[in-house]
C-alpha cells in the first residue's frame, strides 16, 4: 500500500521547459571527452543562470557509458538565452566540430504544447529516432527555436550557424 501520493501544481509555470540531455561514448577516446566535460557541466548549477528551475544528472547505461541531465526552465527564452551565452556557447561551438568520439542528444518537452529533439553522432536509436522518421537538421530543423516553429522573437544568432557548420550555400 502506498504511504503517501502527492502531485504538484505547476500553474506557476506555464512556460515550463523540460530537457533531458545525454553523451554517450561511442569509441575510446570519448571517454576523455565525457571526463572533460562532464565537470564543466556539473558546475552548471552552481552558477545560478536565470531560469534554471532544477538540475539532475542521470545515467542512462555503463556500457558503453552513456550519461546525462535533466533540467527544468521557467521558459523557453530563458533556455535559449543560456545556451547562447557563455560558457555553454564556448562547450557547443567546439564540441558540434568534434564530438570526441561520442554522441550527444536532447529532448525538449514544452508546457504549453510540444516537444523537439536534435541528435549529433549517436550511433544506436535514440528516444524518438526509436520511432519516428529521422531528418537532417538544416533549414528550419536547424535550431530548436525552428524546430518548435517560434522564429519570431529570436534574441541572438545561433551558437554555430549553419553555414558555418555545413559551409556556404547550407
Avoid: C, N
Amino acid at each position: 500500500m502506498v504511504d503517501k501520493r502527492i502531485t504538484v501544481d505547476l500553474s506557476a509555470y506555464p512556460d515550463l521547459v523540460v530537457i533531458y540531455l545525454g553523451m554517450r561514448v561511442r569509441r575510446l577516446r570519448g571517454i576523455l571527452s565525457l571526463m572533460r566535460i562532464g565537470p564543466q557541466i556539473g558546475r552548471v548549477p552552481g552558477s545560478q543562470p536565470d531560469g534554471l528551475l532544477r538540475h539532475e544528472f542521470l545515467t542512462y547505461g555503463l556500457f558503453p557509458p552513456h550519461v546525462g541531465m535533466r533540467q527544468y526552465w521557467r521558459d523557453f527564452d530563458a533556455l535559449e538565452a543560456w545556451a547562447r551565452s557563455e560558457p555553454h556557447k564556448i562547450w557547443w561551438q567546439q564540441f558540434v566540430r568534434d564530438t570526441g568520439g561520442t554522441g550527444f542528444w536532447h529532448e525538449s518537452y514544452f508546457m504549453g504544447g510540444g516537444m523537439e529533439a536534435v541528435y549529433l553522432d549517436m550511433d544506436i536509436e535514440t528516444g524518438f529516432t526509436a520511432f519516428a522518421p529521422a531528418q537532417e537538421a538544416r533549414g528550419t530543423m536547424f535550431s530548436a527555436r525552428g524546430r518548435m516553429r517560434r522564429e519570431a522573437g529570436q534574441a541572438a544568432p545561433p551558437v554555430v550557424g549553419e553555414a558555418e557548420l555545413y559551409g556556404p550555400g547550407a
